[in-house]
């Protein structure tokens, strides 16, 4: 079955470490995203990217980086620089180039600190 | 500027009743409108989604949603709850001045009592 999967889905950062959380999609989408969710916030846009090698800031890139160098991969870095990494992140998807696509989303990693 | 207010961040029903969930929406040109359910420890999967065809959209599991531009809402419903409908669920809007963006509202958790 086509769809994403997030890795892992649970991970603990220790003080001053980056750690990576894995996002991969066999659906052949364009388009590929990261959110955080956080209690009574709804989804908040981290990342995204439009295209294989190109993609832009959402609203609260900092602290964290990505990249896209397959079209299927969309790997998330969060830094030390982010001080409250605790949060459900979700990476999503989208076909075509249209605002009208549907989002089809991974089941999510939980970070939290030790 | 697209926005998306979700009245009520929790409802209850009993098993039975109907379901309402109220979401209004701010965007300068024609918006696409979309519901999602998220269940606990997992992604937003989509229930239905609004793109100007017809203004009635008949989703996944009983829910349907009426787009009414006067009221600039898109409101969710089901006729009759039923105890696996327990979850959050998402109202978001995207429009062609938006891009590849999706705003999400805050959303709503959903309760239904045997």
């Known amino acids: 079955d086509g769809g994403i999967t997030q890795s892992p889905k649970y991970l603990f950062r220790k003080e001053g470490q980056n750690v990576t959380l894995s996002c991969e999609q066999n659906l052949n989408h364009d388009a590929m995203y990261w959110y955080r969710q956080d209690p009574g916030q709804g989804l908040r846009l981290i990342y995204y990217?439009?295209?294989?090698?190109?993609?832009q800031k959402g609203d609260i890139a900092e602290g964290y980086s990505v990249s896209r160098e397959k079209k299927e991969s969309f790997p998330l870095t969060v830094t030390s620089a982010q001080k409250n990494p605790t949060a459900f992140y979700l990476c999503?998807?989208?076909?075509?180039?249209?605002?009208?696509?549907?989002?089809?989303f991974g089941d999510g990693t939980r970070l939290s600190i030790l | 500027a697209q926005s998306v207010t979700q009245l009520g961040s929790h409802v209850s029903v009993s098993e039975g009743a109907l379901v309402l969930l109220r979401c209004n929406y701010s965007s300068s040109v024609p918006p696409y409108l979309f519901w999602y359910v998220q269940y606990p420890n997992q992604g937003l999967q989509l229930l239905l989604k609004?793109?100007?065809?017809?203004?009635l959209v008949k989703g996944i599991n009983g829910f349907e949603a009426e787009f009414k531009k006067s009221e600039t809402s898109f409101h969710l419903t089901k006729p009759s709850a039923h105890m696996s409908d327990a979850a959050e669920y998402f109202c978001?809007?995207?429009?062609?001045?938006?891009?590849?963006?999706?705003?999400f509202g805050a959303g709503t958790r959903l309760f239904v009592k045997a």
């Open positions: 609004y793109t100007s065809a017809a203004t």
């Open positions: 978001a809007v995207s429009d062609e001045a938006g891009g590849f963006k999706t705003i």
């Open positions: 999503a998807s989208s076909q075509g180039q249209g605002s009208n696509q549907p989002q089809h």
């Open positions: 990217s439009q295209i294989v090698n190109d993609f």
